[in-house]
């Protein structure tokens, strides 16, 4: 097999000489700019675009001026041209233009655009943006919009998404099951290599956008059973120099702080971007745990009480340098370093008694962990535009090195009636980890004819991970290593993926009556995980197909049906895999499963959309039929511990279906609503003796957008999760109400937030479940309830509202 760096110097040969063969064939192309006013005051969403001056009705290029009036017009080959400006309330106005090789880059400066009083008569407010906007894919969220979540992570600005359900140990879940996350569209490592993602380490404030495909076809990974999420970082190419920044400050339990900085330089060709964002505060959480060991007399009532206060210093830096040869070519470098860090404190006090609540028992039980991680991720990106319709050459390459360390020193007291300390017990624990994620990527887009476009690619995934975990304990007061749990885990995985897909539709494609696809993918794995001592080994390889097709028939332009089918599969995690456990809490333990298989999935899907001028629905019933099925079982042993890990079941079906409407109430308010439901069945064959689960479970969501006037928004979302099925047992019913406000100021380049999640304190996260000798209830609260301040401030000529606005793209 060939070595990893091999692979690696190959790709970016490869690239190099892409580029420069690309490259050469470059052309002369001219800019125009101005700003756009009324009375000295910018003017902002004005829609500008040009035409030529033999045809005014044939559009070359459009844009939008930004919220301090500035716009500029990029990729203009030499000529005469019309520039039109068009605005509600305003006169139409228009200037002849002319890009020459004497001056290619024109700067029109200071526009002045008047009032027209007529079309002012009666009109106060215009009508909301949505924001939630729908996609043939799926939908995407302008994640500026979303201000009950200012100062938030990225986790926060996802649990108030439709279809989504964010759990209380972070876990993203869309229609019930964890999607496939990219970020910047790549398989990013820099929110960790396993395939579930540590978002609650990246700050809201420097995303741009969500967007979200249930139903991926061909050309995306086919590890994205429960789809996928696109996370699109906030990025800036306008000329000049351009910046913002934001800080903010609240209190929940504790503190809560943030700031942010953006600055961008872009001239000629060049661009040149850097970011930094910081997330600093002390999170609380309680824990109430009630077990009923049905076996054990002596200890037949377990009462746990748990108490974690956390420290958060979390830190993202971001830098990138984008060529543009010429309007057909792009080349992008990027880096990406993230540092969180944690230090908790954590006090567990277990309570024993008997059948006949005699004390038998009690026990303190306290844990320092110090977590400090290192993230940096670069990537390459070459996008090549050939001449001709749909015709493209997208190229990327990025690597993503990490270093995980864990250090955890536990005190055990034993406690007498006044819970006072009669003797102490000592252990300490490490876990550091060396992780390295690679993505190589080739996608080839050509025009077949005027009715159809085929798609083909290659990718590689290559992940890496060592990870040396030590347990000791304190004898004679010398710290001993406890060799059965002392090890070094060593895992390493490679996925080769090829597809192809052909699009085509009847019609034009602007306006099809009818669009379908059919395509094929291939992926070829290996992987292999073992330890030190060689008691837990595997390896693994497995070769699979993955068909898609779809349909999609469009009785108008925004009325249509869509019919999808896609087989997909789900690969274990590394922490689904890695077989050491851990013991914060000794009584109940956690584990990987090095035996796992991956789970292979049908999915069918019906879609209806319907849009109108003030309301548009979205309905979707889909079907899921999985086989090794992986889900966390527990077993209670005789000692009194519970240890949990994942186990491969049988079959595993889900029906269901999700709306997602938006009603434009009035011009100043508007709700989005979602609804998801679905019925869940677990059918054991063998895994685990005389398993069956079936049962209903539904979540909602419903945002409130309100526009208070010209400069300020209001807006308050509710959320509501019923109980949610789990192989013994179910979680807890989840609800919450955020609300959010902001108002733009000093001249609309500040703007003042504010911002009160969980308003009225109901936010908890939980579960019940219960096998033949066990009933166990575990009910979590954070402090979720919080109000945090925030201002922001944009300079120079382009940070703008529309920098934030969504573009609609998925690629």
Known sequence: MVSQTALLYKLALTIWLTVCAFTCFSQNLGSISGFISNNRSPVEFANIYLTIVTDSTKIIAATSSDSTGHFIIQNLPDGNYLLNIRLLGTRPKRLPVGVMPSMRDVNLNEIQVEADAVLLEGIQITELRNIIQKTEDGFVVNTADNITQIGGTASDLLKNLPGIIVSGDGEILLRGKTPLTLINGRTSGISGIDRSARLDQLPAGIIERIEIINNPSAKYDADAEGGIINIVLKANDVAGTNGAFAVGAGLAERYRLNASMLLNHKANNWNFGIAYDNWYTTRTRSVRGDRLNFDLPEEYFLTQRRFDERLILYQNAKANIDYTQDENSRLNFEALWAFPGEDNNETLQNYFETSENQPTGRNRRHSNEIRRSHALELSVNYVKQYRGHDHSLHVNLSNTFGNDQENTDITTDMLDEQDIALSNSLQRTHTYQKTN?????????????????????????????????????????????????????????????????????????????????????????????????????????????????????????????????????????????????????????????????????????????????????????????????????????????????????????????????????????????????????????????????????????????????????????????????????????????????????????????????????????????????????????????????TFGYTFGSAFKEALMENRFKNE
């Open 437 to 789: 994620l690679t993505n190589f990527s080739v996608d080839y887009k050509k025009s077949l004819s005027l009715k159809g476009t085929v798609e083909a690619g290659y990718k590689a995934i290559l992940r890496y991970l060592n990870a040396d975990f030590g347990r000791e304990n304190q004898i004679n007061n010398e710290f001993i290593i406890d060799p059965v749990n002392t090890n070094i885990f060593a895992f390493s995985e490679q996925i080769h993926a090829v597809y192809s897909q052909y699009n085509g539709w009847t019609g034009t494609k602007e306006q099809a009556k009818l669009k379908y696809s059919v395509g094929l993918r291939a992926e070829r794995v290996w992987n292999n995980g073992k330890n030190e001592t060689k008691t837990d080994q595997f390896t693994n390889k497995y070769f699979n197909f993955f068909p898609s097709a779809n349909i999609a028939y469009y009785t108008t332009r925004e009325n249509h049906f869509r019919i999808s089918y896609s087989r997909r599969i789900n690969r274990p995690g590394l922490g689904q895999l890695n077989p050491f456990t851990d013991i914060t809490d000794s009584l109940n333990q956690r584990a990987g499963n090095p035996n796992l298989k991956p789970e292979l999935v049908n999915i069918f899907e019906l879609g209806y959309y319907v849009g109108a001028r003030t309301t548009s629905v979205s309905i979707s019933g889909f079907y899921r039929a999985r086989t090794n099925a992986i889900l966390a079982y527990t077993v209670l042993d005789t000692n009194g511990v519970a240890f949990t890990q994942p186990l491969n079941f049988g079959d595993a079906n889900t029906y269901g279906i999700e709306i997602i409407s938006n009603v434009q109430v009035m011009p100043s308010w508007s709700i989005d609503l979602s609804l998801s439901g679905y019925e869940f069945n677990i059918e054991d064959h063998g895994a685990v003796a005389d398993l069956e689960t079936r049962q209903i479970n539904w979540y909602s969501k419903l945002t409130n957008n309100v526009t208070l006037s010209t400069k300020a928004k209001l807006q308050v979302v509710g959320s509501y999760t019923s109980p949610t099925t789990i192989p013994q047992g179910e979680s807890v019913a989840v609800y919450y109400v955020d609300l959010g406000f902001q108002q733009k100021i000093l001249k609309d380049r500040g703007r003042l937030g504010v911002s009160i999640t969980d308003i009225f304190d109901t936010q908890k996260y939980g579960f019940i479940t219960s096998d033949y000798n066990f009933h166990f209830s575990r009910i979590f609260k954070l402090d979720t309830r919080a109000i945090m301040f």
